[in-house]
């Protein structure tokens, strides 16, 4: 078994090793690169008012925020209390960036497993991927469906309701089954083949990316252009994926194409980032020779979220900003 992830394992994490988890996760998403559409540390993909510099503001101030909602999460607080946490972060969030939103999907999603873990923390369980998933959706699944019911003002969610997509509290409420059945397996999966963190980073997310229903993608690019990004994916997969010689080269060229046409997979990236928490947290099972233990990646359709439907759209996300 990997030693980082037994220290990590076999000791119960505090709310302070979640957060910071948390925070790593999303720089982790950050330098990652090439990421079609996405902001990196030499690109800004699909985006004019965002850079690299403008995420790692952003990361830094919602560094106390992960910690907090973990703690909120321990203490088994009511959704109310965790959705004033997420407004809150968001409003220091979009005054570290000057108004631009960076990582709205990501307080949201990110948030509730932040809470998650520290419900599974206070009930002695081990922490695994199921373990997240079940308390997230025993404590506030159904704050979560209720939740649903208020139909979104703002452009993600206006794209997803018309387009028929999973709103971001049903994907919510489901345990963010993209995460759970496509991105921790294809990350599992892609280690398990021996490729670098880095190369395993990529590969899952293109599994999201080829799986996900995401409503930033269909706000920028409409149902053509989220079919469209799919088909890439799914292509790049076939191809042999991130484990492919001249993976970086196919990444590169579908980034060019998302960038002609736009596009910007944030809900995937959002989604990479809560499976890289994992990893940093010691969630993801090893094998005794440091690989991880495989599943086959399950696709799953889901949609993007955002944490408050009020100040949020279900579409926004790491790197989305319509």
């Known amino acids: 078994m990997n030693n980082a992830a037994v220290a990590s394992r076999s000791m119960t994490p505090s709310a302070t090793d979640i957060g910071r988890a948390a925070a790593v996760a999303l720089h982790d998403e950050l330098v990652l690169s090439p990421k ?14 965002m850079d690299a510099r403008t995420f790692i503001r952003s990361i830094s101030s919602l560094r106390g925020y992960f910690v907090r909602i973990a703690h909120l999460g321990m203490g088994d607080a009511a959704f109310p209390a965790l959705e004033r946490a997420g407004i809150e972060a968001e409003a ?10 960076t990582h709205r999907g990501a307080i949201f999603q990110l948030g509730l497993l932040c809470a998650a873990a520290g419900a599974v923390v206070a009930s002695g369980r081990t922490m ?30 206006i794209a997803a309701r018309r387009l028929g997509l999973r709103s971001a509290s049903e994907e919510a409420a489901l345990g963010f089954p993209a995460v759970f059945e496509v991105g921790v397996p294809a990350m599992r999966a892609a280690i398990a083949r021996g490729l670098t963190r880095e190369r395993a980073q990529l590969d899952t997310l293109f599994h999201l990316m080829a ?13 053509e252009g989220l079919r469209f990004a799919q ?7 076939e191809g042999g994926g991130a484990a492919h010689p001249a993976a970086i080269h196919r990444a590169e060229a579908i980034a060019r194409d998302f960038e002609a046409r736009r596009l910007s997979p944030g809900g995937s990236a959002d989604m990479l980032a809560a499976v890289c928490w994992m990893q940093r947290l010691g969630a993801i099972e090893m094998n005794s020779d440091g690989t991880a233990e495989a599943r086959a990646p399950a696709p799953a359709p889901a949609s993007a979220s955002a944490f408050a439907s009020a ?7 790491a790197s989305a900003s319509a």
């Open 128 to 157: 695994t991927p199921a373990a997240i998933r079940s308390a997230l959706i025993a404590h506030w699944g159904e704050a979560l469906r209720h939740r649903a019911q208020r139909p979104s003002t703002l452009p993600g969610g």
């Open 311 to 317: 100040s949020a759209p279900a579409s926004a996300s």
């Open 36 to 49: 079609p559409g996405l902001v990196t540390l030499t690109s800004t993909g699909s985006h004019r008012d």
């Open 211 to 223: 799986a996900l229903d995401d409503s930033n993608l269909a706000h920028r690019g409409g149902l």
């Open 92 to 101: 220091r969030m979009l005054e570290a960036t000057g108004g631009v939103n």
């Open 231 to 237: 088909r890439a994916a799914k292509a790049f997969l």
